[in-house]
């Protein structure tokens, strides 16, 4: 009995192989077919249809919240997350420029203001009641009479708030830029991004027989 169903066991194995054997011969066959079939037509210029193998593109969810936080905390550094380190000297001239006016308007504002308020008071002592080298002689007349005063004060006062606004919207652009650029920094450019139109061939596997034609290629 234990010959036997080794005996049995064998044929199966032995009929298997057989079997695997003849069903691979076909599939070499027609490997061997379709490989012809593209040398063939590529010495006419025709490119058979092929899979197109796609680069994966790892996504970070978290990286642009970091770099608009990291951009909040200090300006700049969002763009250092981002490996952005040429708009790192552009964030800092542009909010240094504009925290500069602002504090230029600022002071010039303290000043005409205080000298306002002193020509209100009825004193004749500020800075701007006679200027030297203008008037050598004791004060008699104001250089800057008080509407003047009250003028440049409402000037300054001006361009001190503009550039406060400058300021902010710079800072918050900072932000907005190192969160945008680390979005686009994930969208897949490379090259097989286009669209094409090339000739065509699908291969029958039933038929053994190509079929020509055109095709748009749209590649993702």
């Given amino acids: 009995m234990r010959k036997n169903s080794i005996v049995i066991l064998l044929i199966l194995c032995f009929t298997c192989s057989v079997f695997a054997q003849q069903d691979s011969i076909p599939a070499i066959k027609e490997d061997q077919q379709i490989d012809s079939v593209k040398t063939e037509l590529k010495k006419d210029g025709i490119i058979m249809q092929e899979a197109v193998l796609k680069k994966k593109v790892e996504i970070n969810p978290l990286a642009p919240a970091k770099a608009a936080f990291y951009s909040a905390i200090l300006p700049g550094l969002g763009q250092i997350y981002n490996k952005r380190y040429w ?90 830029d190192a969160n945008v650029d680390s979005h686009l920094k994930q969208f897949n450019v490379d090259d097989n991004l286009s669209f094409d139109i090339q000739p065509y061939l699908d291969y029958n596997n039933i038929t053994a027989e190509p079929n020509y034609g055109m095709a748009l290629t749209i590649k993702f």
């Fill in 87 to 176: 708009k790192v000297p552009i964030v800092y001239a542009a909010l240094g420029t504009s925290i500069y006016a602002y504090d230029f308007n600022n002071s010039r504002y303290k000043r005409f203001r205080t000298a306002f308020k002193r020509r209100q008071a009825g004193f004749t002592d500020d800075e701007f009641y006679d200027l030297p080298p203008i008037s050598d002689v004791p004060p008699t007349s104001p250089e800057f009479s008080t509407s003047a005063l009250q003028d440049a004060q409402e000037k300054y006062q001006r361009d001190r708030d503009l550039m406060l606004l400058l300021t902010i919207g710079l800072y918050a652009l900072n932000i907005i």
